[in-house]
């Protein structure tokens, strides 16, 4: 149970920082009696510690409740939160606490003494304040608070305005107000520091401030107000802070309270930040004032404790609490707001900095002028480069190492690479110990023999220059100052020079592009590394001046990459510097969540880092294989040497459009063409699936003039705008905006469970497309389908169906659509296209996955008629499809789909799969029906073979137990129960085998 403590001191003070007396007491049997009597609840109650209110706990059989008692004079603002508790406790994830109505139907009362009372139902689970506090936590937290702000956006505040604009001490809109009470603290230290944040909060934060959008927010994330159970956060309580101000500054506040390690309390908020983004997008200006408004909370909350002591000088207790933040003021005051605004907007998927893209542009653009900074002109300078990532192990690390590389290439220079993760910092500096190890090097080394000159690379200043005479550290170096033609300020900068290098500097000298400044120092003036110049640009110098980062955190890469752009913009070697050094999984997948949309999913529970492929097998990071039953696209086998070979050679040669004449795409058209019954031999080449898809409806539309539709139930053939329109799997799914009008939907001719079973069903879904039909309101364009419906579940479609329906369609005037895109070039076994398996004929054929067998090629064939009908004047240009390389893969794919007898292969793994999955079901009743053809077959599972119940978590952890055991599986269908089995065709029989033990294994395991 929970314990609600109010070890917040500031509950018991008012707006203007007084303190509210508790002036009368319930006895708890009393409050038992008025509960039975104005809401009909009977059960144990318990008063709970707390000041500012009187609170009860009841818990009755039904449930747990509070009750909480206020003074009548607050009745306007208590009904303000029973109103915005009614409206939050709509959130399915924060639906508690919920205001509850006594019989009357009134959700406050009337009690005897003159106060009002209220019963709340109770928010079960533990206070923030009392867990261990992670990550996942952190961004429950912030989620939370952004559902709330966001449930909160349109509240109607005008009736409330002059209560939501009560002075408040808390409300950050009147921290200045506030801050004339900072003398009441009388640690001198902590005033100081307290008036630094706001001082800061004065100049830079409040003005910005003023100019966002105000709504209602809670603004009282405290640790006491957040409840959580297993990790995520289930209730925001106590509204009695409510403000009308920009939404930021509630985010703010959960912040300030959410850090617990001094050591890096920006690191400990980016999760509480992040979650907020990910439910209510943050934007440039809000992320540009969070750091200084967390500050400012800090500040107030100090100056809150203040206000209250100096009403009860007794209670020493007030201050004792707010220890924790005396510190915090300090560390806050010495993190340089930059950096922390960068971490924090890079969190959100913005660029760190925002200035350095115009850094970046600036020196890219031509308008900067730049000197070589070593051996003018250094393009000509024979040059080698030096592997000292942590993958080598033999790096060469010794000057004689290095300098007899050089020899032996005959180079003048050795390059050290940007962006290398290296195993080198071995010092203190580089926290070697700790998760924010430093250890990717931002700079670029420019190896030569000690005494190598060393230019300016463009116009400036002396910023900063040093001896760091510390081992392993820059030993003499000089950091310039340069400015862009829009004024904004970047820095270079030039590390382990000689020592006569500093003499006659000083800060603020002017230097010229090109202007000699320095020379390489000799090993043992440049503290232990063999001569060379570690070159670096520096959009910031994050209030580190010589102490900035020239090696960073892998950790936060992205955030550096930014703050440290590649200096190869200044060095201009043409070959390149970037090691693009290997990110971890944790970091792609944070970056993935912000910088792609999260509307793309990704597959297992846990997502997984694929680096390889080969055959019908996918390789980890750790070089763990597992079997691909998943990809179909991979046709000829993950990485087929003929196909990179066809697509690597073309690629050398050229790559250009389809205006010009090129033997492969015209020699390809033809073997593709070839591998269709008459009349389809015309093709057209595009990108991917969808494209051909819509390719085939502008085809028929312009063939019939017609636009109606039918479509099969579940069916899904694309994801560009016109072919979500005619796929019920996304516009009868999730997010579906519904059928449009001119299409009309055939139920999924499914002969294991559809509406129609046994041997005449093929003709009764027949019927059903009869009705669609007649229902459709217009000309019929077309109809579309699959020979076997992937989304739907692997359905085979009922026989006799699919010529009937052809049959019908073209008696309507409509053309007939056969989507290739998952099932043709072989897959079926019998055939080389799926709609062979039906004995139609389809006058618009499309395909794509594995055509280009990864590679994005697709094509739609149609009959001469129908291309005739398409030659409208409008010409039909696609930059892409077609082009040499496209097609000299699609040609090395078809060629090995017949060198390797693909098809036959298909046809027999099929049916050993199946075979193997049928003699399994025999004692494993969960296995519905195995169902498909050659290697896209479906294993449905169910509960109970008579109702058919599906067994979707069943199919879901087996996926999940395939994944451990080396077999990547997928589902799909409507229930999501349906296993689907695609491999690439040159799958064999040891894979199926080691498919069937772990189907095995998994349903002995699982069930
Ligand atoms: C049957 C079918 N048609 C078309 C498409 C669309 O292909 P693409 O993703 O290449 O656009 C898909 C993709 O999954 C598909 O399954």
């Known amino acids: 149970?929970?314990?609600?403590?109010?070890?917040?001191?500031?509950?018991?003070?008012?707006?203007?920082?007084?303190?509210?007396?508790?002036?009368?007491?319930?006895?708890?049997?009393?409050?038992?009696?008025?509960?039975?009597?104005?809401?009909?609840?009977?059960?144990?109650?318990?008063?709970?510690?707390?000041?500012?209110?009187?609170?009860?706990?009841?818990?009755?059989?039904?449930?747990?409740?509070?009750?909480?008692?206020?003074?009548?004079?607050?009745?306007?603002?208590?009904?303000?939160?029973?109103?915005?508790?009614?409206?939050?406790?709509?959130?399915?994830?924060?639906?508690?606490?919920?205001?509850?109505?006594?019989?009357?139907?009134?959700?406050?009362?009337?009690?005897?003494?003159?106060?009002?009372?209220?019963?709340?139902?109770?928010?079960?689970?533990?206070?923030?304040?009392?867990?261990?506090?992670?990550?996942?936590?952190?961004?429950?937290?912030?989620?939370?608070?952004?559902?709330?702000?966001?449930?909160?956006?349109?509240?109607?505040?005008?009736?409330?305005?002059?209560?939501?604009?009560?002075?408040?001490?808390?409300?950050?809109?009147?921290?200045?107000?506030?801050?004339?009470?900072?003398?009441?603290?009388?640690?001198?230290?902590?005033?100081?520091?307290?008036?630094?944040?706001?001082?800061?909060?004065?100049?830079?934060?409040?003005?910005?401030?003023?100019?966002?959008?105000?709504?209602?927010?809670?603004?009282?994330?405290?640790?006491?107000?957040?409840?959580?159970?297993?990790?995520?956060?289930?209730?925001?309580?106590?509204?009695?802070?409510?403000?009308?101000?920009?939404?930021?500054?509630?985010?703010?506040?959960?912040?300030?309270?959410?850090?617990?390690?001094?050591?890096?309390?920006?690191?400990?908020?980016?999760?509480?930040?992040?979650?907020?983004?990910?439910?209510?997008?943050?934007?440039?200006?809000?992320?540009?004032?969070?750091?200084?408004?967390?500050?400012?909370?800090?500040?107030?909350?100090?100056?809150?404790?203040?206000?209250?002591?100096?009403?009860?000088?007794?209670?020493?207790?007030?201050?004792?609490?707010?220890?924790?933040?005396?510190?915090?003021?300090?560390?806050?005051?010495?993190?340089?707001?930059?950096?922390?605004?960068?971490?924090?907007?890079?969190?959100?998927?913005?660029?760190?900095?925002?200035?350095?893209?115009?850094?970046?542009?600036?020196?890219?653009?031509?308008?900067?002028?730049?000197?070589?900074?070593?051996?003018?002109?250094?393009?000509?300078?024979?040059?080698?480069?030096?592997?000292?990532?942590?993958?080598?192990?033999?790096?060469?690390?010794?000057?004689?190492?290095?300098?007899?590389?050089?020899?032996?290439?005959?180079?003048?220079?050795?390059?050290?690479?940007?962006?290398?993760?290296?195993?080198?910092?071995?010092?203190?500096a580089f926290a070697i110990d700790s998760p924010a190890r430093r250890s990717v090097h931002l700079g670029v080394d420019l190896f030569a023999p000690a005494g190598t000159p060393v230019f300016a690379a463009l116009d400036g200043v002396v910023e900063y220059f040093n001896d760091n005479n510390v081992y392993l550290d820059y030993g003499p170096v000089i950091i310039l100052r340069h400015e862009t033609d829009t004024g904004i300020r970047f820095f270079t900068l030039y590390g382990h020079l000689s020592r006569p290098s500093l003499e006659n500097l000083y800060i603020g000298k002017k230097v010229s592009a090109g202007e000699l400044i320095a020379t390489m120092g000799e090993e043992h003036e440049n503290v232990g590394w063999p001569p060379h110049t570690h070159f670096q640009l520096l959009t910031d110098l994050c209030g580190m001046g010589l102490d900035i980062y020239g090696v960073a955190p892998l950790l936060e890469l992205p955030v550096w990459r930014s703050i440290s752009p590649n200096p190869n913009l200044a060095l201009r070697i043409e070959e390149g510097t970037d090691a693009h050094t290997k990110l971890p999984s944790e970091i792609l997948a944070n970056e993935r969540q912000v910088v792609m949309s999260r509307a793309l999913s990704l597959n297992f529970k846990e997502p997984i880092e694929i680096v390889s492929g080969k055959g019908a097998y996918l390789y980890d990071q750790n070089g763990k294989p597992y079997l691909d039953l998943v990809n179909n696209v991979a046709h000829v086998g993950h990485c087929h040497p003929r196909v990179v070979a066809a697509g690597s050679n073309q690629m050398a040669k050229l790559n250009t459009n389809t205006r010009y004449l090129n033997q492969h795409a015209i020699e390809y058209a033809r073997a593709l063409a070839s591998t269709m019954p008459d009349p389809l031999n015309v093709v057209f080449f595009v990108n991917s699936g969808s494209e051909a898809n819509d390719l085939a409806l502008r085809l028929a539309q312009a063939h019939t003039k017609a636009k109606g539709m039918i479509v099969l139930d579940h069916a899904y053939h694309g994801h560009v705008s016109s072919i979500i329109d005619i796929s019920p799997y996304k516009f009868s799914g999730k997010g579906g905006l519904g059928r449009p009008d001119h299409v009309r939907v055939v139920p999924t001719p499914d002969s294991y469970k559809g509406l129609h079973r046994g041997a005449d069903a093929g003709e009764s879904y027949a019927k059903e497309f009869t009705k669609q039909l007649a229902d459709l309101n217009q000309p019929l364009c077309a109809f579309i389908s699959e020979s076997i419906i992937s989304t739907a579940g692997q359905i085979t479609l009922a026989d006799g169906f699919l010529p009937l329906a052809y049959q019908q369609a073209r008696a309507a005037g409509g053309v007939c659509i056969a989507d290739e895109v998952q099932i043709g070039m072989g897959r079926v076994g019998e055939f080389f296209w799926g709609f062979e398996l039906h004995g139609v004929v389809p006058d618009i054929v499309t395909i794509g996955k594995p055509i280009g067998n990864g590679h994005p090629l697709a094509a739609v064939v149609t009959t001469p008629e129908i291309a005739q009908s398409f030659l409208t004047g409008m010409e039909y240009f696609n930059t892409f499809g077609g082009n040499p390389v496209s097609a000299a893969i699609g040609q090395a794919v078809l060629d090995v789909v017949a060198d390797q007898s693909l098809q036959a292969n298909a046809k027999n793994m099929g049916a050993y799969l199946m075979q193997g999955v049928r003699e399994l079901a025999k004692s494993n009743p969960i296995i519905g029906d195995v169902r498909g053809s050659g290697l896209f077959i479906g294993v449905e599972f169910v509960l109970d073979q008579q109702t058919q119940i599906p067994a979707t978590k069943f199919t879901a952890d087996l996926i999940e137990y395939g994944k451990q055991q080396g077999v990547f599986l997928s589902s799909d269908g409507p229930d999501n129960n349906v296993l689907k089995i695609k491999p690439p065709l040159v799958i064999a029989k040891d894979d199926v085998d080691l498919f069937l033990s772990v189907l095995k294994d998994g349903l002995a395991k699982l069930i």
């Open 1 to 428: 149970m929970r314990i609600l403590v109010s070890v917040d001191t500031r509950e018991k003070v008012d707006g203007a920082g007084r303190l509210i007396p508790v002036i009368w007491q319930h006895k708890t049997m009393q409050i038992s009696e008025l509960i039975k009597e104005k809401y009909g609840l009977t059960g144990q109650v318990s008063q709970l510690p707390g000041e500012r209110d009187l609170n009860y706990q009841i818990v009755t059989n039904e449930g747990s409740y509070v009750f909480k008692i206020h003074e009548s004079s607050e009745k306007n603002f208590i009904e303000l939160q029973q109103k915005i508790l009614t409206q939050v406790s709509s959130i399915s994830t924060l639906a508690e606490p919920r205001p509850i109505s006594d019989l009357h139907g009134n959700t406050l009362i009337d009690l005897p003494n003159g106060k009002i009372g209220r019963l709340l139902t109770w928010a079960s689970g533990e206070l923030f304040s009392q867990i261990e506090k992670n990550p996942q936590v952190k961004q429950s937290l912030g989620s939370a608070v952004a559902l709330v702000d966001k449930e909160l956006i349109n509240f109607d505040v005008a009736p409330y305005l002059e209560t939501l604009t009560r002075p408040f001490g808390w409300n950050v809109l009147q921290a200045n107000e506030l801050k004339e009470k900072i003398n009441l603290i009388k640690d001198e230290h902590l005033r100081v520091e307290v008036k630094q944040a706001f001082d800061f909060a004065s100049t830079e934060i409040l003005p910005k401030l003023e100019k966002l959008t105000k709504q209602l927010i809670h603004n009282d994330a405290n640790d006491n107000n957040i409840v959580v159970e297993n990790n995520v956060v289930t209730s925001l309580i106590d509204f009695g802070d409510i403000i009308y101000a920009p939404r930021v500054c509630g985010l703010a506040v959960a912040c300030a309270y959410a850090i617990s390690d001094l050591a890096d309390p920006i690191f400990d908020v980016l999760p509480v930040i992040r979650g907020y983004h990910l439910v209510a997008p943050l934007n440039a200006e809000e992320l540009e004032i969070l750091f200084g408004l967390i500050k400012l909370r800090v500040a107030t909350s100090i100056v809150m404790a203040a206000i209250q002591s100096a009403d009860q000088p007794d209670n020493e207790y007030l201050l004792v609490s707010q220890a924790w933040f005396n510190q915090l003021i300090t560390t806050l005051n010495k993190t340089d707001p930059n950096l922390a605004w960068y971490r924090m907007r890079s969190n959100c998927g913005y660029e760190a900095n925002p200035n350095s893209r115009l850094v970046r542009q600036y020196l890219q653009s031509g308008r900067a002028t730049i000197a070589d900074v070593v051996m003018p002109p250094l393009k000509n300078v024979r040059k080698i480069w030096l592997d000292w990532s942590s993958d080598n192990q033999d790096l060469p690390r010794e000057t004689s190492q290095i300098f007899n590389l050089m020899n032996q290439a005959d180079a003048q220079l050795a390059i050290g690479h940007y962006c290398e993760n290296r195993m080198v910092y071995q010092g203190e």
